[in-house]
């Protein structure tokens, strides 16, 4: 029998330390919350049982990241991470699964994205780190006083959050940015544990773009929240303050994404987003009536 051939070990950017890609959980990678005794989902039932016994964040973001529930999406996100790395990242590990939420367990604030991106988060591990997008995002929530820098660059580069949470509809990295219908309702069950798990203490969320948007709806819905009818329509600056079940109003708050689509073309400027995210506060003036718009 002719030996396997060798694993093809790169070096973490900022410890140094070898990795195969797809990074094995529990094996170093700074930040991954997963071990390899963590329970993977691999269908839509296993992934909605999965989400709703996680008893923590940090259990329900270690399960997140050995899911694969999406086989389409498992392909993908492990082909980009071996055959598929971006020429100027082709000396680095990728890590190739699914991307936990990132931030502080405690928050009070959300922030929904879309997916992550295929050289970005399937590449480092942590929420919008290592490309464009989150370029812009850190450096506006660094402004505002939730990013203890405005550079997230790779994961063990000592970015923290603070009051903040990122997560996302989808927690996998899909062809042309582009999750199915089945890929973003099996994936909705992660972040329905997210809201439910910061639902005690959540007063506002960031929704990046419309399918983030529908996302945070879908998912308050689901959990009883009392949720304006007819649906809040997405737009930039556009508000709903939602009501958990023991009457605590959420406020979300709608931004353009901080892809490049829409910050090269100026579509979405830092003053923009600065105005966005200062909703989220708690000084926030309150002419959102309960169940509506502003
Ligand atoms: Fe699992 Fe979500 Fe990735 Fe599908 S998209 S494999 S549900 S983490």
Not at 117 to 130: D, K
Not at 169 to 196: F, I, Q, Y
Not at 215 to 225: D, E, H, K, N, Q
Not at 230 to 244: D, Y
Request: net charge neutral; with cysteine.
């Amino acid at each position: 029998m002719s030996p396997s051939p060798a694993p093809d070990l790169a070096a973490h950017p900022v410890t140094g330390q070898l990795f195969e890609s797809p990074v094995a959980p529990g094996t170093g990678w700074p930040g991954d919350p997963a071990t390899a005794a963590t329970p993977v989902a691999r269908n839509a039932a296993q992934t909605h049982a999965l989400a709703c016994t996680s008893p923590d964040v940090a259990e329900l973001d270690a399960r997140i990241t050995v899911c694969r529930a999406c086989p389409r999406l498992v392909e993908w996100r492990e082909a980009v991470a071996t055959t598929g790395r971006r020429a100027s990242f082709a000396d680095q590990p990728y890590w190739g699964r699914p991307g936990p939420g990132f931030g502080d367990p405690h928050a009070e604030v959300l922030v929904v994205g879309l997916a992550p991106a295929a050289n970005g988060t399937n590449r480092t591990g942590r929420m919008f780190t290592g490309d464009r997008s989150g370029d812009w995002l850190y450096a506006a929530l660094h402004r505002a006083g939730y990013a203890s820098q405005p550079h997230s660059v790779a994961s063990g580069d000592g970015l923290e959050l603070v009051g903040l949470r990122i997560v996302a509809s989808v927690r996998c990295a899909p062809p042309a940015n582009k999750p199915t219908t089945v890929e973003k309702a099996t994936c909705a069950h992660w972040l329905d544990r997210d809201l439910e798990l910061a639902a005690p203490r959540l007063r506002s969320m960031l929704a990046l773009g419309s399918i983030a948007w529908d996302s945070a709806l879908g998912s308050a819905r689901r959990l009883g929240w009392d949720v304006p009818r007819p649906k809040p329509r997405f737009g930039h600056a556009a508000e709903a303050v939602l009501t958990t079940p023991d009457g605590r109003p959420v406020r979300l708050v709608g931004s353009y994404h901080v892809s490049q689509q829409n910050t090269f073309t100026g579509k979405l400027t830092e003053q923009m987003l600065d105005a966005a995210i200062a909703r989220l506060g708690p000084t926030a003036d309150t002419d959102t009536e309960p169940g509506g718009r502003r």
